[in-house]
């Protein structure tokens, strides 16, 4: 139980291009889902927080304007980041804590490797 | 803001030996969760302790919730050569709050 399925695995692409990334809850549903960005040889830095039928809460330093965060339903969040720049390269890794439980644990996707070319 | 310290930051040891690693904080979690992340994947929740004092065990892993609120181990017993990876220790003020990673512990397990 509790997987969370993350689109694409890799997204090679060129400056300008805005990429969407999405979350996908298959067995459980997910009031909050979290997105983090991991450099090589680095831990998992929290970019947002993600909450079904509300605004997304943006961690200090991060562009909501730049990576828009959209959690339409409660299986769903979706990550894009807009215009696309080399220094955007990077691992980004969704997680999903099951709705009601605040006790609960993240489980996380596998990943979505993005390189901007 | 908290910071989790994680050591050690890499080990390198002989298959059949045993593990152990551990997560220090400045302030006090009310959760401690430990994920293994392999390369090009994401973290996989191995431990969830949410008691201080609480020590829990999944196979030949074992870890603790230390009693101070501050810490926490986690131990590897008779390693094989699939333990290799990084280790994430993840902290958690309060229940619903965000997590705060400390920063891995790369293992290598020589067969």
């Known amino acids: 139980g509790a997987v969370v399925s993350q689109h694409p695995s890799r997204v090679i692409c060129k400056s300008g291009t805005s990429v969407k990334i999405e979350c996908r809850s298959l067995d459980f549903q997910a009031t909050t889902m979290f997105w983090y960005r991991q450099f090589p040889k680095q831990s998992l830095m929290l970019m947002a927080t993600s909450n079904e039928g509300s605004k997304a809460t943006y961690e200090q330093g991060v562009e909501k304007d730049k990576f828009l965060i959209n959690h339409a339903s409660l299986t769903l969040s979706t990550l894009t980041v807009t215009s696309a720049h080399p220094e955007d390269s990077s691992f980004y890794i969704c997680s999903a804590r099951i709705a009601g439980g605040v006790t609960q644990p993240q489980h996380f996707g596998d990943g979505t490797r993005l390189s901007i070319l | 803001g908290q910071q989790l310290n994680q050591s050690p930051q890499s080990m390198f040891i002989q298959e059949g030996e045993d593990v152990s690693m551990n997560c220090t904080s400045s302030?006090?979690?009310?959760?401690w969760l430990w994920y293994k992340q392999d390369p090009g994947e994401g973290p996989v929740l191995l431990i969830a302790l949410y008691k201080a004092g609480e020590l829990t065990s999944n196979g030949r892993l074992t870890a603790q919730f230390g009693i101070t609120r501050k810490d926490s181990f986690l131990n590897i017993s008779a390693s094989i050569p699939s333990d290799v990876g990084i280790y994430f220790c993840a902290g958690q003020e309060t229940s619903g709050s965000r997590l705060t990673f400390g920063e891995g512990t790369q293992l290598t397990v020589n067969p």
């Open positions: 302030s006090i979690f009310n959760t």
